[in-house]
C-alpha cells in the first residue's frame, strides 16, 4: 500500500538547508548562476579542480558515509536536502560518478575492512577515478554471459577478455570489474567482482567515436591484466550478488532532485520556442504542456520515493526501473521537441569551440569536440538517445516492472539460456 507523501520537512532539515546555503554562496564563483555569467575553458577547468577540493574539506562529497570511513555520516534526509541545494544553485556535487555513487557504496556493502581503508578515502576526496567494467561484445542486458576470465597465479588474478562501452576507461586509475571466476559454475554464479588498476602494461583502452565526435567510452582489453588477489569485492565468485547491488544504485539515486535539469531544460525550450514565435503554435504548446506534466510527475514520484525510503517501505529496484524507465522516455520526447523547436538552427554546430571540450575532469561539461561545438540543447538531444539504453534498457525495465511489480509470469528463456 502506497504512504501518504508529507511535503514538508522537518524544522531541523531546514537549519541544515540555511548552512548548506550559506556555505555555496561562500564557496561558488561571485555571479554563478546569474544570466550572463561564464567562464572560458581554462577557468572552467581550474574550477573544477578547486571545487572538488573545496567539496572534499566541506565533507559534502558522499556525506551519508560512515565517519569511520572519512564519510560525514550525515542522514538521508539531511543528504536529500544537500543534493536539493546544490541543485538548487546549479553546483556540482561530485568528484567521480563511478567512484561515489556505484562502486563506493558497494565497498561500503561488500568490501573488507582493508579494502574501505585503502579505496574508501580516495573516492571521497576524489584522487582516485574509476570505470565500470561490466559490458561485452555479447553480454549487455544478458550479463550473466559474460568471457572474460580471471585466474589466481600465485597472490594475483590475471586478466583476460574485453570489456566495451566502458565510460571513462581512458581517465580512470581503477575500473570494476566482473570476470568469470570458475567457467564450470551455473552462469550467474562462477563470476567475481574484482577491482583492477588501470595503469598497466595488459590493458589497452581503445576509444569508441561517438555521434557528436565526442569519445566518451571505450573498448578495453585485457591481456594477462593483473591485479591483488585480495581485490575482490564481496568472495570469490560471488560477483553476480555484488554487481546487482551496484547496479541497484545506478537505478535508483537522486529522487527528489532528478527532476530538476528537466525543468530547467523545459525553460530553456520554452525560451528557444518565445524567440521562433512557436509558443503560439497550438502543437508546440500541447507537446511543452506534456513535458511540464511529465516533469511534475517525476517531481512527486520523487517524493514518493523519500517517503517510502525513510518509513523502510522502499523496494529500489521495482522504483527505479518504473523512475528509470519514465525519465529516459520523456527525456527522448523532450528533446526531440527542443530541436522541433530550434527548426533550422538544430542543424547548425550552436557551441561555443572553447567552451564544452570533453576532458577527464571529474566534472567536465560532458559533451563534444572544439571542432565539433554542439550547444547545450544539441548534446542533450544526443545523449538521450543512450539514457534507454545504459544502466539497463527500457525494455530490461520494463521487464523488471512487469516480473516484480505486476507479478506476470516471467519472460521465456530460450533453450539452452
Ligand atoms: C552512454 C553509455 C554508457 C555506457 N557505459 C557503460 C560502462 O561504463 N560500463 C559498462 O559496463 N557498460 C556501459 N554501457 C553499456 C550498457 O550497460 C549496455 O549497452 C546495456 O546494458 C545494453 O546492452 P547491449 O548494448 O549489449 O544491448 P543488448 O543487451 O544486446 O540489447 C539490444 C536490444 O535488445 C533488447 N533486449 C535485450 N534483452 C531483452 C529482453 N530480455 N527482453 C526484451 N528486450 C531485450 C534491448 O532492450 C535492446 O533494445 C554504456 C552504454 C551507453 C549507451
Same mark, same amino acid.
Given at each position: 500500500?502506497?504512504?501518504?507523501?508529507?511535503?514538508?520537512?522537518?524544522?531541523?532539515?531546514?537549519?541544515?538547508?540555511?548552512?548548506?546555503?550559506?556555505?555555496?554562496?561562500?564557496?561558488? &564563483?561571485?555571479?554563478? =548562476?546569474?544570466?550572463?555569467?561564464?567562464?572560458?575553458?581554462?577557468?572552467?577547468?581550474?574550477?573544477?579542480?578547486?571545487?572538488? $577540493?573545496?567539496?572534499?574539506?566541506?565533507?559534502?562529497?558522499?556525506?551519508?558515509?560512515?565517519?569511520?570511513?572519512?564519510?560525514?555520516?550525515?542522514?538521508?534526509?539531511?543528504?536529500?536536502?544537500?543534493?536539493?541545494?546544490?541543485?538548487?544553485?546549479?553546483?556540482?556535487?561530485?568528484?567521480?560518478?563511478?567512484?561515489?555513487?556505484?562502486?563506493?557504496?558497494?565497498?561500503?556493502?561488500?568490501?573488507?575492512?582493508?579494502?574501505?581503508?585503502?579505496?574508501?578515502?580516495?573516492?571521497?576526496?576524489?584522487?582516485?577515478?574509476?570505470?565500470?567494467?561490466?559490458?561485452?561484445?555479447?553480454?549487455?542486458?544478458?550479463?550473466?554471459?559474460?568471457?572474460?576470465?580471471?585466474?589466481?597465479?600465485?597472490?594475483?588474478?590475471?586478466?583476460?577478455?574485453?570489456?566495451?562501452?566502458?565510460?571513462?576507461?581512458?581517465?580512470?586509475?581503477?575500473?570494476?570489474?566482473?570476470?568469470?571466476?570458475?567457467?564450470?559454475?551455473?552462469?550467474?554464479?562462477?563470476?567475481?567482482?574484482?577491482?583492477?588498476?588501470?595503469?598497466?602494461? =595488459?590493458?589497452?583502452?581503445?576509444?569508441?567515436?561517438?555521434?557528436?565526435?565526442?569519445?566518451?567510452?571505450?573498448?578495453?582489453?585485457?591481456?594477462?591484466?593483473?591485479?591483488?588477489?585480495?581485490?575482490?569485492?564481496?568472495?570469490?565468485?560471488?560477483?553476480?550478488?555484488?554487481?546487482?547491488?551496484?547496479?541497484?544504485?545506478?537505478?535508483?539515486?537522486?529522487?527528489?532532485?532528478?527532476?530538476?535539469?528537466?525543468?530547467?531544460?523545459?525553460?530553456?525550450?520554452?525560451?528557444?520556442?518565445?524567440?521562433? =514565435?512557436?509558443?503560439?503554435?497550438?502543437?508546440?504548446?500541447?507537446?511543452?504542456?506534456?513535458?511540464?506534466?511529465?516533469? $511534475?510527475?517525476?517531481?512527486?514520484?520523487?517524493?514518493?520515493?523519500?517517503?517510502?525510503?525513510?518509513?523502510?517501505?522502499?523496494?529500489?529496484?521495482?522504483?527505479?526501473?518504473?523512475?528509470?524507465?519514465?525519465?529516459?522516455?520523456?527525456?527522448?520526447?523532450?528533446?526531440?521537441?527542443?530541436?522541433?523547436?530550434?527548426?533550422?538552427?538544430?542543424?547548425?554546430?550552436?557551441?561555443?569551440?572553447?567552451?564544452?571540450?570533453?576532458?577527464?575532469?571529474?566534472?567536465?561539461?560532458?559533451?563534444?569536440?572544439?571542432?565539433? &561545438?554542439?550547444?547545450?540543447?544539441?548534446?542533450?538531444?544526443?545523449?538521450?538517445?543512450?539514457?534507454?539504453?545504459?544502466?539497463?534498457?527500457?525494455?530490461?525495465?520494463?521487464?523488471?516492472?512487469?516480473?516484480?511489480?505486476?507479478?506476470?509470469?516471467?519472460?521465456?528463456?530460450?533453450?539452452?539460456?
Amino acid at each position: 500500500m502506497s504512504l501518504p507523501v508529507d511535503l514538508t520537512y522537518p524544522p531541523e532539515a531546514e537549519a541544515f538547508r540555511g548552512e548548506i546555503r550559506g556555505w555555496l554562496e561562500e564557496n561558488l &564563483p561571485e555571479g554563478w =548562476g546569474e544570466p550572463g555569467f561564464s567562464m572560458t575553458h581554462d577557468e572552467r577547468k581550474s574550477f573544477e579542480e578547486e571545487w572538488t $577540493k573545496k567539496l572534499a574539506a566541506g565533507g559534502w562529497i558522499c556525506s551519508s558515509w560512515p565517519v569511520d570511513y572519512g564519510g560525514k555520516g550525515l542522514s538521508l534526509l539531511q543528504q536529500v536536502v544537500l543534493t536539493e541545494e546544490f541543485a538548487r544553485a546549479g553546483a556540482p556535487l561530485r568528484a567521480d560518478f563511478f567512484g561515489d555513487t556505484l562502486v563506493g557504496p558497494t565497498i561500503l556493502q561488500w568490501g573488507s575492512n582493508d579494502q574501505k581503508r585503502h579505496f574508501i578515502p580516495g573516492i571521497l576526496d576524489g584522487s582516485i577515478s574509476w570505470c565500470q567494467g561490466f559490458s561485452e561484445p555479447d553480454a549487455g542486458s544478458d550479463l550473466a554471459s559474460l568471457k572474460t576470465r580471471a585466474e589466481l597465479d600465485g597472490d594475483e588474478w590475471v586478466i583476460n577478455g574485453q570489456k566495451v562501452w566502458t565510460t571513462q576507461a581512458q581517465f580512470a586509475d581503477y575500473i570494476f570489474l566482473l570476470a568469470r571466476t570458475d567457467p564450470e559454475a551455473e552462469k550467474h554464479a562462477g563470476i567475481s567482482y574484482l577491482l583492477v588498476p588501470m595503469k598497466q602494461p =595488459g590493458i589497452e583502452v581503445r576509444p569508441i567515436a561517438q555521434i557528436d565526435g565526442s569519445a566518451e567510452f571505450n573498448e578495453v582489453f585485457f591481456t594477462d591484466a593483473r591485479c591483488p588477489k585480495d581485490n575482490v569485492v564481496g568472495g570469490v565468485n560471488n560477483g553476480w550478488k555484488v554487481a546487482m547491488t551496484t547496479l541497484g544504485f545506478e537505478r535508483g539515486t537522486s529522487a527528489t532532485t532528478g527532476y530538476r535539469r528537466f525543468a530547467k531544460e523545459l525553460d530553456r525550450i520554452i525560451e528557444a520556442a518565445r524567440a521562433r =514565435g512557436k509558443e503560439r503554435d497550438p502543437l508546440v504548446r500541447q507537446r511543452l504542456a506534456e513535458v511540464w506534466c511529465a516533469v $511534475k510527475i517525476m517531481q512527486i514520484n520523487g517524493y514518493r520515493t523519500l517517503t517510502d525510503t525513510l518509513n523502510g517501505t522502499h523496494h529500489a529496484a521495482k522504483l527505479g526501473a518504473c523512475n528509470k524507465m519514465f525519465w529516459s522516455e520523456t527525456h527522448q520526447r523532450t528533446m526531440e521537441l527542443a530541436m522541433d523547436v530550434l527548426g533550422m538552427d538544430a542543424q547548425i554546430l550552436r557551441g561555443d569551440p572553447g567552451g564544452v571540450e570533453m576532458s577527464g575532469g571529474r566534472t567536465a561539461a560532458r559533451r563534444g569536440r572544439a571542432d565539433y &561545438p554542439v550547444d547545450e540543447l544539441q548534446a542533450s538531444f544526443f545523449f538521450s538517445r543512450s539514457e534507454t539504453i545504459w544502466g539497463g534498457t527500457a525494455e530490461i525495465q520494463r521487464n523488471i516492472v512487469g516480473e516484480r511489480v505486476l507479478g506476470l509470469p516471467k519472460e521465456p528463456k530460450a533453450p539452452g539460456a
